[in-house]
């Protein structure tokens, strides 16, 4: 079946722009996950979301960063005046419950460029 | 905070030879303990999983092991190939209720032919 999906692939933007990055989970999966990876390192927990709700968004770094997940199945993540210093690639994943141990897969990312 | 260290960022072997990865951490034991492959441009694809009460997992040509002493796990490929070049990612799952993982930086594996 199909795999996670992440739109764009890729994003420019300038300094203090709006921005809004899109994943389509596997069809079924109730958890889903957004990461932030820049270069060089792993990725870095941004917000969990079990069905509609957000149970953990500890890792969204200020209030400049808020993520929706209205029906249960896409995800948007919204990026209010971007600054430089988010540039990087932004990962989605899903699994099957959000259970401890449950593997996680992963969409492409979309590649956010701030200018 | 829990901190996660991969033993490097770059190994390089030949073509035949076992590959081990390192990923030491501090703190706390995860439950779960899991290693993801990333080729460039692409998201993590998941490898392995290995509990917390488990000394040693296989999947073929790759296996992991766990000691919960040393705060590390061992991550093997045997008879590597050169389309094992990849980016291998640790990834710590301290058991809550849902699957939160922590992350290590990686290392670069590039196998010569």
């Known amino acids: 079946g199909a795999g996670v999906s992440q739109t764009p692939s890729n994003k420019v933007t300038e300094k203090g722009k709006y921005v809004e990055l899109r994943c389509d989970p596997i069809s079924g999966h109730t958890a889903l996950y957004w990461y932030r990876q820049s270069l060089g390192q792993g990725p870095e927990f941004l917000i969990y979301?079990?069905?509609?709700?957000?149970?953990?968004d500890s890792g969204l770094p200020n209030d400049r960063f808020f993520a929706v997940r209205p029906e249960g199945s896409v995800s948007t993540l919204k990026i209010q005046r971007t600054e430089r210093g988010d540039s990087a690639v932004y990962l989605c994943a899903s699994s099957r419950s959000g259970t401890g141990g449950d593997e996680q897969f992963f969409g492409p990312g979309t590649r956010l460029t701030v200018l | 905070s829990q901190k996660i260290e991969q033993n490097s960022e770059a190994l390089n072997i030949q073509e035949g030879k076992t590959a081990t990865l390192t990923c030491n951490y501090t703190n706390y034991s995860p439950a779960y303990l899991q290693w993801y492959r990333q080729d460039p441009g692409r998201g993590p694809v998941f490898l392995l999983l290995i509990r917390e009460n488990e000394k040693e997992k296989r999947k073929e040509r790759l296996k992991v092991t766990f000691d919960t002493t040393l705060k590390q796990s061992l991550f093997h490929i045997t008879a590597s190939q050169p389309a094992d070049s990849a980016t291998y990612l640790c990834?710590?799952?301290?058991?809550?209720?849902?699957?939160?993982?922590?992350f290590g930086q990686g290392t670069i594996l590039t196998v010569h032919p």
């Open positions: 979301f079990q069905g509609t709700g957000a149970a953990d």
């Open positions: 990834a710590l799952d301290r058991g809550t209720s849902y699957g939160k993982l922590t």
